[in-house]
T-cell receptor, first 110, second 113 residues
Framework: EDQVTQSPEALRLQEGESSSLNCSYT??????LFWYRQDPGKGPEFLFT???AGEEKEKERLKATLTKKESFLHITAPKPEDSATYLC???????????FGTGTQLKVEL | DTAVSQTPKYLVTQMGNDKSIKCEQNLGHDTMYWYKQDSKKFLKIMFSYNNKELIINETVPNRFSPKSPDKAHLNLHINSLELGDSAVYFC????????????FGPGTRLTVT
């Protein structure tokens, strides 16, 4: 069975303090790895797609990277508005099924 | 202009009741999903439909019955509600060519008392 594990569960940063979130996976037939952001009381919002090891994607202060076993979401000089839960998910199989990790709850303080 | 909408946003009901949640998307997507997010924020797929056809049916109690009248709508009916059904239910949609890039609705918070 596909497994996705995210760490840490929660992370508290000061504004401007860069860090990384980890997503490790054990799957058969990875078709893609995806990062989502979820704000309290809202549905997840798509951020990035990564298809192959070595691939990187960037958006503002976020950069996602992928290896054969894990993905990192790097947050550079975060701001309070980056506070959210970040979810990673893997797409496997032929039925377009996303398996999500348990998320990292990020809080950025002034 | 809302892309994926769900009704109701909140649903409070008693054990044993039957309730429905409705979802609509105006993105022209072919595939729609129902997810359940528990109190620990774990998001788990329940069902998916592609162009009104059931594609994914995870291990959920048969008290849960999805229905897709057309490819823009996906409803979820729950019979004989139990305390453990309390959760946030999300609808999502995607195009066939971008299956992992899913658009989620705002969620329906179901509380069973």
């Amino acid at each position: 069975e596909d497994q996705v594990t995210q760490s840490p569960e929660a992370l508290r940063l000061q504004e401007g303090e860069s860090s990384s979130l980890n997503c490790s996976y054990t799957v058969s037939g990875l078709r893609g790895l995806f990062w989502y952001r979820q704000d309290p009381g809202k549905g997840p919002e798509f951020l990035f797609t990564l298809y192959s090891a070595g691939e990187e994607k960037e958006k503002e202060r976020l950069k996602a990277t992928l290896t054969k076993k894990e993905s990192f979401l790097h947050i550079t000089a975060p701001k309070p508005e980056d506070s959210a839960t970040y979810l990673c998910a893997v797409l496997t199989g032929g039925g377009n099924k996303l398996t999500f990790g348990t998320g990292t709850q990020l809080k950025v303080e002034l | 202009d809302t892309a994926v909408s769900q009704t109701p946003k909140y649903l409070v009901t008693q054990m044993g009741n039957d309730k429905s949640i409705k979802c609509e998307q105006n993105l022209g997507h072919d595939t729609m999903y129902w997810y359940k997010q528990d109190s620990k924020k774990f998001l788990k797929i329940m069902f998916s439909y592609n162009n009104k056809e059931l594609i994914i049916n995870e291990t959920v109690p048969n008290r849960f019955s999805p229905k897709s009248p057309d490819k823009a709508h996906l409803n979820l009916h729950i019979n004989s509600l139990e305390l453990g059904d309390s959760a946030v239910y999300f609808c999502a949609s995607t195009s066939d060519t971008q299956a992992g890039e899913q658009y989620f609705g705002p969620g329906t918070r179901l509380t069973v008392t």
